[in-house]
Each structure stands twice: as structure tokens, then as C-alpha cells.
């Protein structure tokens, strides 16, 4: 496994993160039994980050979480965990749920601080409300004990970018946003560089666009950036390659993203996305695919609520 630090926290993280967001999903129809392998196996091959959130499988992903680690040294797992969404449509970024939400997480992760504790999707939250209450709650949580760092995460860049330049986080997680067809998270990096944030990139792979058994059919994801998607896969294919190997290694180039949030739903899951960490790269095929996605990189879908001068749209 390879490390890098992050950021200002100096944390020493795996370039590859465990995702929990599958783990007691029913939609996934993936067994508490396969999502503890699957967590231990992450550990196994040397991932040291994990994250998870309470809206992930309804806060069964902690509890499994809690559970697989139960063995392992605490100083060994770093634990990033979310607060302020609880469900699709459930929202609570007030200091009174937040800290709720943060002790009800220490319970079932089975411990008594957290890593990294990051509000969830701030793009679906009143922007006062995240600066004004949200956000200070969290770094009283730090002083307090109950977190080491805090962050945010959104898909918005430019709402991260407002984190950023108006109040003091140690961390934030875009997702969707550096993979084969968008990499727009390159514009964060000279404003995350030079504030000494930790840059946390999650789904490489497009959640599911960029994988043989394609995205679910809730993906916000307009029918233009489906096709285009699709037809890296099927590139891939051709060449006798799968698209999943080549969007792993193509988020793994960019050594200036310290880790990388996988989801997966499984033990030999995991055990692929580190195999293919390790395998060289056929930079000729990876340029033809990414040169198929690449007009996706203007695009995106609308995501939280709409502001004025967001760059996200609803990809049509």
C-alpha cells in the first residue's frame, strides 16, 4: 500500500480509502457477514482510512464498521465519519443534532473519538446556517475531544472553495469530481495547497458510470454523460481491459490527491482495487478512454440547492 499525508493534519493516510456507502444497503442486497470481510480485508491490504456516515445503510455501516474493527488497535484505523445528513431527504445541521449525531456515531463505531468528523453534503444546508452554527459546533467538538479533525464534503467545488476561504477546516471530500470524465476538482487544488487542507477524493468511479454493471437508475447523471460512459466501457472491453482497473489507476497518477475513497461491497473487491493499485499502467489505452469521457469534463449534474453562479447543472 502507498501513503501520503494529509494535508495539515498530518495524518499518514492510504492512498486507497474504504468507502462504506454500500455496507447495509438493501438496495446493494449485501449481508452484514460480507461487509465485515469486506472492512477487514481493507485493513488486511493496509487501508488505514475508513469512511463512513450515519445515512449509510440507515447507520448499519457503523455498527459494522464498530464491528470489524473491534481487533484492530485504535491508533491503527483512521475513522472519518459524517454528521448533519441522516437520510435521503433528512437533514439536521444544527448543534443540537450534530452533537446528537455525534455520540449516537461514537457508539457504534465502539469509540470514544473520532478522526475526521465531517458535515455531510453541506451543498442541501443554508449556507449561514453551515458557517454561522454548523461549522463552529464542530471545531468545539474538536476542543472538546470528540474529533481530532473536521471537514466537510459536497460535489459542488465551488462550495468547497467557499469553505475554504471563509472559515478553518482540516479537511473536504469532493466526489465525482476527479475521475476519468470530470476532473474538475483540479481547480480546488491551488486553494486547498495553499490553506494546508487535506484533499479527500471519493468515488473514482463515477458511482457506477464508470463500471461494467453501470449506475443505478436514481444516478442524477444526465443521458449525454451515461452514453459517453458507456462507451468507455465498452472501449475498454474491446481491448480486452475492464473500465473499473483503468478509473482506479487514473485517480492514482495524480500524486497530489492524497486518498481516494472506493466503495465496495465486498472482500474480493477490495483485494482487486489494491491488486490493481500495484499493476503497471497501459498509458496508451487509459489516454484513448479518457480522450472518449473527456467532453463530460464540462458538465456536471445539479446537486443541494441551486445558487447563483454554481457550476453545477443538471447536465442536459
Known amino acids: 500500500m502507498q501513503y501520503s499525508i494529509l ?3 498530518g495524518l499518514r493516510v492510504s492512498r486507497l480509502a474504504f468507502g462504506c456507502s454500500s455496507l447495509g444497503d438493501p438496495r446493494k442486497q449485501v449481508s452484514d457477514e ?3 470481510r469486506a472492512v477487514k480485508a481493507a485493513i ?3 487501508i ?11 447507520t448499519r455501516a457503523e455498527q459494522i464498521v464498530g464491528q470489524a474493527i473491534g481487533d484492530t488497535p485504535r491508533d491503527q484505523v483512521i475513522l472519518a465519519t459524517k454528521a448533519g445528513r441522516n437520510g435521503e431527504h433528512d437533514f439536521d445541521f444544527s448543534a443540537v443534532g450534530l452533537r446528537r449525531s455525534v455520540e449516537q456515531s461514537l457508539k457504534r463505531l465502539g469509540t470514544d473519538y473520532i478522526d475526521i468528523l465531517q458535515l455531510h453534503d453541506i451543498e442541501y444546508a443554508d ?3 453551515i458557517f454561522k452554527e454548523s461549522l463552529p459546533t464542530l471545531q468545539k467538538l474538536k476542543v472538546e475531544g470528540k474529533t481530532r479533525f473536521v471537514g466537510v464534503t459536497a460535489y459542488p467545488i465551488e462550495t468547497l472553495v467557499a469553505v475554504i476561504e471563509s472559515t478553518q477546516v482540516d479537511t473536504v471530500l469532493s466526489y465525482c469530481r476527479y475521475c476519468l470524465n470530470d476532473t474538475a476538482l483540479e481547480t480546488l487544488r491551488p486553494v486547498a495547497e495553499q490553506a494546508g487542507i487535506g484533499l479527500i477524493n471519493a468515488s473514482p468511479l ?5 463500471s461494467e454493471q453501470g449506475p443505478f437508475p436514481w444516478h442524477p447523471a444526465s443521458a449525454k454523460i451515461r452514453e459517453t460512459c458507456q462507451a468507455a466501457v465498452a ?3 474491446q481491448h480486452g481491459e475492464r473500465i473499473e482497473k483503468l478509473a482506479i489507476q487514473f485517480v492514482l497518477q495524480a500524486d497530489w490527491v492524497p486518498t481516494t475513497v472506493v466503495g465496495a461491497a465486498n472482500a ?6 489494491i491488486t490493481w493499485m500495484n499493476e503497471s499502467i497501459d498509458r496508451a489505452l487509459l489516454d484513448e478512454v479518457h480522450q472518449i469521457v473527456i467532453p463530460n469534463d464540462s458538465r456536471a449534474w445539479h446537486c443541494g440547492k441551486q445558487e447563483k453562479g454554481s457550476e453545477t447543472s443538471s447536465g442536459s
Open 235 to 237: 472501449y475498454a472491453q
Open 34 to 36: 460480507e461487509s465485515l
Open 44 to 46: 488486511d491490504g493496509g
Open 206 to 210: 463515477a458511482m457506477g458510470l464508470l
Open 268 to 273: 474480493d473487491q477490495v483485494r482487486q482495487s
Open 48 to 58: 488505514n482510512l475508513i469512511d463512513v456516515s450515519p445515512y449509510y445503510g440507515a
Open 7 to 9: 494535508g495539515k493534519t
Open 127 to 129: 449556507r449561514d446556517l
